[in-house]
């Protein structure tokens, strides 16, 4: 059954580190996003992508987050000098195929980040 | 926006049931999820409703009212795999932005 992967499984940095998470969405999925939670809180939503653009950011995501899907099938989250507060799990998901999109959201089993 | 509601803890004993309600305010609909999350893990689906009613799947069944914005999740037989945060969820209707509820933790005791 396809899935979303997620790599790294963990990451431990120093602050102020650049990091990079890597995700291949489901191949047919058109519709990408990033979600965080940090430890004992809820899923927060950071950003959504779709047709090669950012189509909704939270106020989480600023200028020190920045996505990409480089090639057909990578899509990554970039964070610029991490600091103590970025320490969550980083979930990538996606949904919906051509001409229709059900709503429902495919996870990967997340990216957990610890900065030190 | 999307305003999502739903209890923080519950506890109940091997083989009873538990219902998980849910209340949520959203501009437009487009159905409610719920999903179950397990400590570290990552959310799976576990049911979808965009009508009104009762949708059963096996131990676990959701229902919807659109008309009180309300849905709850029913979990019968309890099992203790079934320990895990339950999250109401609702997808916004131009792009599938998906707002989560902070999740209900379920402790399933023996």
């Known amino acids: 059954e396809p899935e979303v992967t997620q790599t790294p499984s963990h990451q431990v940095t120093q602050m102020g580190q650049e990091v990079i998470l890597r995700c291949v969405p489901i191949s047919n999925h058109l519709y990408f996003y990033w979600y965080r939670q940090i430890l004992g809180q809820k899923v927060e939503f950071l950003v959504s992508?779709?047709?090669?653009?950012?189509?909704?950011k939270s106020e989480i995501f600023d200028d020190q987050f920045s996505v990409e899907r480089p090639d057909g099938s990578n899509f990554t989250l970039k964070i610029r000098s991490t600091k103590l507060e970025d320490s969550a799990m980083y979930f990538c998901?996606?949904?919906?195929?051509?001409?229709?999109?059900?709503?429902?959201?495919?996870f990967g089993e997340g990216s957990r980040l610890t900065v030190l | 926006g999307q305003n999502i509601d739903q209890p923080t803890e519950m506890t109940a004993t091997e083989g009873a049931i538990v219902q998980i309600n849910c209340t949520y305010q959203t501009s437009g609909f487009n159905g409610l999820f719920w999903y179950q999350q397990h400590a570290g893990e990552a959310p799976t689906f576990l049911s979808y409703n965009v009508l009104d009613g009762l949708e059963e799947k096996g131990r676990f069944s959701s229902f919807l009212s659109r008309s009180k914005g309300y849905s709850y999740l029913l979990l019968k037989e309890l099992q203790m795999k079934d320990s895990a945060s339950y999250l109401c969820?609702?997808?916004?209707?131009?792009?599938?932005?998906?707002?989560f509820g902070a999740g209900t933790t379920v402790t399933v005791r023996a």
């Open positions: 992508f779709y047709n090669n653009e950012i189509s909704e």
């Open positions: 998901a996606s949904g919906g195929t051509s001409g229709r999109h059900t709503g429902e959201l495919f």
């Open positions: 969820a609702a997808p916004r209707s131009n792009d599938y932005k998906l707002s």
